[in-house]
């Protein structure tokens, strides 16, 4: 038997519980979240939110910094809309209690790579982490949302699922593993928000969660949703070089307050060679391709990032998290550089929406992450992305309860079928194509590309699209397995996305055309 709710969301993140927060007030919102409520990459947001509060600056100011970063790619209607946003957003977080770090009676503004004036507000070096407890406790105290941690979802409800098939092409809902009990529940909803966060994790190195499989975008693709730009998946520059851990961000903000890139073994300030204006406060893909240009030039297998000329004090009351994390292991920001090198960071690409959340389906919207809206084109402005999840998961609620009267109730929906499927005997496929999917995404898929590279891949894919095919028609799911089945699903879309893309923009870097298009056009891929 279904369990049925007004409106369902799957994400437990900034933009889920933001939507759910905005429909509470009069209907009952029921949220899903793989494994814990904290799981997702809201919680490690480091550096803050971008958001035009200095009078010195204007939205006229920001909207050029998102366009320069996103190299065109942008859609100016969606830059507007959210940038004319923060400011609201950053009241409504203050309103949740969210502590951010003040400058007398303002809020202090740290500044990042790509943009033009101070405009972060933050909590320390670790705002997502204050942004994620602020929602989930109201989300907690608001008797109209039930949050339900340790469901994986599987796939949409989609009109086939229809006990009484009407052919309606509507989406009704999710099925989702109880990871406790190990049984699919169906849970149903006028209308469902997808706010599942991006697919970081298909890469061997990433800043991303261990949950960021792309999860959202494969089960909006399976069921019918047209993505875009997959090919544009951003690389931090500062990822903390260590071998016991592995993707801990150093936030860009300590190049905001005047960390400085440095070659280990020369000292050379290398910048300077490759973006000599903006040195390391260029957008994060010139610096990461200088990062990584430095590495396999001079065979590194780190570069340094160097704020120890700053005051001890300043660095420790700006990065507490950061610092303490680091003496922890040895380091000692304070006095010595940071061994740095690039990692996967945040998927540009995603489930197409319009300006109101809404995809290709009916009854289906998404916000966050797994979301191409226009805002970030080739290549997102740091801080922007919190900002995103506010200003869709607010309008997608917005939307839901404007058309509440046409979002009709679910019709009766057939059980998950697991009569032709056993348990798995062979649990060591998963992990094996689990770790292949994700090295050749890193040697293959990287911060530079070849056509050559990207064929190899492709049918890398080919191969495994069989393999996993076969284990999901057989074996009865589990998380891993769920997660293994979007992770190549994810691959597939970034792969095709990619080898679609005849130029290089932004954070696409191919060496086979090296040359940008006078034109800018997404790449939309149609399932
Ligand atoms: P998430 O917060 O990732 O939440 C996804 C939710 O979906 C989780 O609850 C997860 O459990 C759930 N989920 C996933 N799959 C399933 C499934 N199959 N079934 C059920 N539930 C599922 N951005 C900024 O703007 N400023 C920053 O300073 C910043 N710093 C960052 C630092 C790090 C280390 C990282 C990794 C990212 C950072 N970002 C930053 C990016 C930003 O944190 C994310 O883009 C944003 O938090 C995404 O929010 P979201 O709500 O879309 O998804
Ligand atoms: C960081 O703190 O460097 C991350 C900011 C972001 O990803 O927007």
């Not at 406790?137 to 979802?153: D, H, K, M, V």
């Not at 396999?296 to 570069?303: N, Q, S, T």
């Not at 996967?344 to 959340?357: F, K």
């Not at 979007?486 to 970034?494: G, S, T």
Request: charged share 25%; net charge negative.
């Amino acid at each position: 038997m279904a369990k049925q709710h007004d409106v369902l969301i799957i994400g437990s993140g900034a933009a889920g519980l933001t939507a759910a927060l905005a429909l509470a007030e009069t209907k009952k919102v029921l949220v899903l979240a793989k494994g814990s409520l904290t799981g997702g990459s809201t919680a490690w947001a480091q550096g803050g939110i971008a958001a035009v509060l200095d009078a010195g600056d204007t939205f006229e100011n920001h909207i050029r910094d998102t366009m320069r970063a996103g190299a065109g790619l942008n859609r100016l209607e969606t830059v507007e809309y959210v940038i004319e946003r923060a400011p609201h957003s950053i009241r409504r977080l203050v309103e949740l209690g969210v502590p951010f770090n003040e400058d007398g009676a303002d809020l202090h503004l740290t500044r990042e790579g790509g943009h033009s004036h101070r405009r972060i507000v933050h909590v320390n070096d670790a705002t997502g982490w204050a942004v994620q407890e602020a929602l989930l406790n109201a989300a907690e105290a608001n008797p109209n949302i039930t949050l339900l941690p340790g469901r994986s979802c599987v796939d949409l409800i989609t009109g086939r699922h229809e006990a009484r098939y009407s052919g309606s092409g509507r989406v009704w809902g999710v099925y989702a593993l109880d990871e406790a009990s190990g049984k699919v529940e169906a849970h149903t909803a006028n209308a469902t928000i997808m706010a599942a966060g991006g697919a970081g994790r298909v890469y061997q190195f990433s800043t991303a969660p261990r949950g960021a499989t792309g999860d959202g975008i494969a089960m909006a693709w399976r069921a019918g949703a047209r993505v875009s730009n997959m090919e544009m998946m951003q690389f931090h520059p500062t990822c903390l070089y260590n071998l016991e851990v592995k993707n801990f961000l150093i936030t860009e903000a300590v190049r905001g307050e005047g960390g400085r890139l440095l070659h280990p073994e020369t000292g050379h300030r290398f910048m300077a060679d490759y973006d000599p204006e903006r040195m390391e406060l260029a957008p994060r893909d010139v610096v990461a391709r200088a990062i990584d240009d430095q590495i396999k030039r001079y065979g590194l297998d780190f570069v340094h990032l160097d704020i120890s000329h700053q005051p001890a004090e300043f660095v420790k009351g700006h990065f507490p998290t950061i610092y303490d994390k680091l003496m922890g292991l040895g380091i000692d920001m304070t006095k010595g550089p940071i061994p740095v090198v690039p990692a996967q960071h945040y998927t540009c690409g995603g489930i197409l929406i319009d300006l109101a959340g809404r995809t290709d389906l009916p009854g289906l919207y998404a916000a966050g992450e797994c979301t191409e809206s226009g805002l970030h084109g080739a290549n997102r402005l740091a801080s922007n992305s919190l900002l995103e999840c506010f200003v869709f998961g607010e309008a997608a609620a917005a939307d839901i309860l404007a058309r509440w009267e046409e979002l009709d109730p679910p019709p009766a929906i057939n059980p998950w079928d697991e009569s032709r499927v056993t348990d798995s005997d062979e649990e060591v496929i998963i992990k094996q194509n689990w770790t292949e999917i994700r090295r050749f995404m890193w040697n293959y898929v990287g911060i530079v590309r070849t056509t050559k590279r990207l064929e190899r891949a492709a049918h890398r894919i080919r191969l495994l699209n069989d393999e996993v095919a076969d284990y999901y028609g057989h074996f009865r799911v589990t998380t891993d397995l769920i997660e293994l089945r979007n992770l190549l699903q994810a691959a597939e879309l970034i792969v095709t996305s990619a080898l679609a893309r005849h130029e290089s923009r932004g954070l696409h870097f191919t060496l086979d055309y090296p040359g940008t298009d006078s034109l800018a056009r997404d790449t939309v891929l149609v399932p």
